[in-house]
């Protein structure tokens, strides 16, 4: 069994691209963590959401969805239980926005 904490996953996207921050693997689980860095002197809008068993994209799926995220804040989300290969997935208005994940993996 695997449970230590770590990074599950880091991503700089494009402007206006979604993208995938990470899968569970197949036969775990995880709970994750998410921060949002605004690298900007700008404002941005951000969006985090999670397609469950890597399922299409819905919008029922979002955490957020166009929030703004000033300029050189950072956001942090409450923990995140995740089932295999559900797939955490970001996007920014602009480029320059860090998104990590952390937690912990079981299998």
């Not at 494009?14 to 949002?36: E, F, G, H, K, Q």
């Not at 804040?73 to 860090?98: G, S």
């Amino acid at each position: 069994m695997t449970d230590t904490l770590k990074v599950l996953g880091q991503n700089t996207p494009s402007a206006n691209t979604a993208t995938s921050l990470y899968t569970v693997p197949s036969a775990t689980s995880a709970v994750a963590r998410c921060i949002v860095c605004n690298t900007n002197s700008a404002d941005v809008k951000i969006r985090l959401w999670v397609q469950i068993a890597g399922a299409s994209d819905t919008t029922k799926q979002y955490f957020f969805y166009d929030i703004t995220l000033q300029a050189n804040q950072t956001l942090e989300t409450m923990p995140i239980a995740l089932a295999t290969t559900d797939v955490i997935r970001v996007q920014a208005d602009t480029t320059n926005v860090a998104f990590s994940a952390y937690g912990i993996e079981v299998t």
